[in-house]
């Protein structure tokens, strides 16, 4: 069988009638030659239309490419119905489902006698990927196996059809029942996280004992998330304290569009070694989601702050800043994941920069080893105090 141009197809589908999908006839006239060169510049315009619109967006399906898909369906020529529906779909990937529905509606309404069996090998390859549930690898192998069998393409577009309905029920049926267990959840419940713990003993020349302890969860809601994060460690080498720092972090977030939000942040600190018992920082701003994949994230932030810090010698620093800050997530392999997260705050007296670099190897479902790197740098320390100041930690991950 000839498989014809896009065109080509689009011109020979003149010659139609009734056609009855399920219960509901549709009806629909012979298109006149005179009228398919304006039939086609629409579907072309919108093809063009739909081709620069996000590929999340869902359009209604042109009424000219209906018509030049009903009147194929018409003629009942599996190749051209095909080709007609292949095109459509390239051209019009917003419209997608509902072309999948009019091929679905096409196919059921046929007479079983008029299907032709798929060659086994082919059906099974097929049948495989299906079953496998991988959209991606469900539409390469529909794919290549209408271009190693065009004859039967019409048949392999059925089994892609019906998948495509099946798995579109099915996230929609899941995203429902997430919002459903999201909107009933209780203020406590709905929570995930993790604790960490390291510790370290060194005798001899040296001796050294230090406790790392750190908890952080997070709830994710249907129009904003939370996120809690507390962090402690201690450390005494030759009789005198190294270590000796805390943390704890509260910080919510309220999506404004898919991908823009607005956040807050509110950060307790004691850091000794830093030459400071307490400081306290507020900010909020606007943050976006520059990277938004299943296996990577990238969040920026950035907004105005206030800072408080009281030192051990005597005194404190009250201030306005500005807060710039970043999170970064990247899933390498299903077993390691590596993180950073960073935050500068500008003052008029000071600039303050955290940077947290972590590696995450998963070693059982809840547990992970993990080792993370830690820098602090402050552009104006009190007198005695180093600029810099860096953590290097091993410590197991509990998951919950």
Not at 3 to 14: D, G, I, R, V, Y
Not at 52 to 76: F, N, Q, Y
């Given at each position: 069988?000839?498989?014809?141009?896009?065109?080509?197809?689009?011109?020979?589908?003149?010659?139609?009638?009734?056609?009855?999908?399920?219960?509901?006839?549709?009806?629909?006239?012979?298109?006149?030659?005179?009228?398919?060169?304006?039939?086609?510049?629409?579907?072309?315009?919108?093809?063009?239309?739909?081709?620069?619109?996000?590929?999340?967006?869902?359009?209604?399906?042109?009424?000219?490419?209906?018509?030049?898909?009903?009147?194929?369906?018409?003629?009942?020529?599996?190749?051209?119905?095909?080709?007609?529906?292949?095109?459509?779909?390239?051209?019009?990937?917003?419209?997608?489902?509902?072309?999948?529905?009019?091929?679905?509606?096409?196919?059921?309404?046929r007479?079983?006698?008029?299907?032709?069996?798929?060659?086994?090998?082919?059906?099974?390859?097929?049948?495989?990927?299906?079953e496998?549930?991988?959209?991606?690898?469900?539409?390469?192998?529909?794919?290549?196996?209408?271009?190693?069998?065009?004859?039967?393409?019409?048949?392999?577009?059925?089994?892609?059809?019906?998948?495509?309905?099946?798995?579109?029920?099915?996230?929609?049926?899941?995203?429902?029942?997430?919002?459903?267990?999201?909107?009933?959840?209780?203020?406590?419940?709905?929570?995930?996280?993790?604790g960490?713990?390291?510790?370290?003993?060194a005798?001899?020349?040296?001796?050294?004992?230090?406790?790392?302890?750190?908890?952080?969860?997070?709830?994710?809601?249907?129009?904003?998330?939370?996120?809690?994060?507390?962090?402690?460690?201690?450390?005494?080498?030759?009789?005198?304290?190294?270590?000796?720092?805390?943390?704890?972090?509260?910080?919510?977030?309220?999506?404004?569009?898919?991908?823009?939000?607005?956040?807050?942040?509110?950060r307790?600190e004691?850091d000794?070694?830093?030459?400071?018992?307490?400081?306290?920082?507020?900010?909020?701003?606007?943050?976006?989601?520059?990277?938004?994949?299943?296996?990577?994230?990238?969040?920026?932030?950035?907004?105005?702050?206030?800072?408080?810090?009281?030192?051990?010698?005597?005194?404190?620093?009250?201030?306005?800043?500005?807060?710039?800050?970043?999170?970064?997530?990247?899933?390498?392999?299903?077993?390691?994941?590596?993180?950073?997260?960073?935050?500068?705050?500008?003052?008029?007296r000071?600039?303050?920069?955290?940077?947290?670099?972590?590696?995450?190897?998963?070693?059982?479902?809840?547990?992970?080893?993990?080792?993370?790197?830690?820098?602090?740098?402050?552009?104006?320390?009190?007198?005695?105090?180093?600029?810099?100041?860096?953590?290097?930690?091993?410590?197991?991950?509990?998951?919950?």
């Amino acid at each position: 069988m000839i498989l014809l141009s896009p065109l080509t197809t689009l011109a020979a589908l003149t010659a139609v009638q009734p056609l009855s999908f399920g219960p509901v006839p549709v009806q629909f006239e012979a298109v006149p030659s005179e009228g398919l060169e304006t039939r086609s510049a629409a579907v072309l315009l919108s093809a063009e239309e739909q081709l620069s619109t996000p590929p999340s967006v869902i359009l209604p399906l042109p009424d000219a490419l209906r018509t030049l898909i009903e009147a194929a369906m018409v003629k009942g020529e599996d190749g051209e119905v095909a080709t007609v529906i292949t095109l459509a779909r390239e051209t019009h990937p917003q419209s997608a489902p509902e072309i999948d529905a009019l091929f679905a509606a096409y196919e059921a309404q046929r007479d079983p006698a008029d299907k032709k069996e798929v060659p086994n090998p082919v059906r099974e390859m097929l049948e495989v990927a299906i079953e496998s549930g991988q959209d991606r690898d469900v539409e390469t192998v529909g794919k290549l196996a209408k271009q190693a069998n065009p004859e039967d393409a019409a048949l392999f577009e059925t089994m892609l059809a019906e998948y495509r309905t099946k798995r579109a029920k099915e996230k929609a049926a899941k995203e429902a029942a997430e919002r459903a267990r999201i909107e009933q959840a209780k203020l406590w419940e709905n929570w995930t996280g993790e604790g960490q713990i390291g510790a370290s003993h060194a005798t001899g020349n040296t001796k050294s004992a230090g406790l790392s302890l750190g908890i952080g969860i997070t709830r994710k809601g249907i129009d904003w998330d939370q996120r809690f994060r507390a962090q402690a460690d201690y450390q005494r080498t030759n009789g005198r304290t190294t270590v000796d720092r805390y943390l704890a972090e509260y910080e919510p977030q309220i999506r404004i569009s898919p991908r823009a939000f607005v956040f807050g942040l509110g950060r307790w600190e004691d850091d000794r070694m830093q030459g400071f018992d307490t400081r306290w920082s507020a900010s909020g701003g606007l943050g976006y989601k520059v990277i938004q994949q299943d296996n990577m994230t990238l969040n920026v932030k950035a907004g105005p702050a206030w800072r408080q810090t009281h030192y051990i010698k005597g005194g404190q620093d009250t201030e306005l800043t500005g807060l710039a800050g970043l999170d970064f997530a990247w899933q390498m392999s299903p077993t390691l994941r590596l993180t950073q997260t960073a935050s500068t705050i500008v003052g008029e007296r000071t600039t303050a920069t955290s940077a947290l670099t972590s590696v995450n190897a998963k070693l059982t479902e809840d547990l992970s080893a993990r080792f993370s790197y830690a820098a602090d740098l402050d552009t104006n320390p009190p007198a005695g105090i180093e600029k810099l100041d860096t953590r290097t930690r091993f410590t197991l991950v509990y998951g919950f």
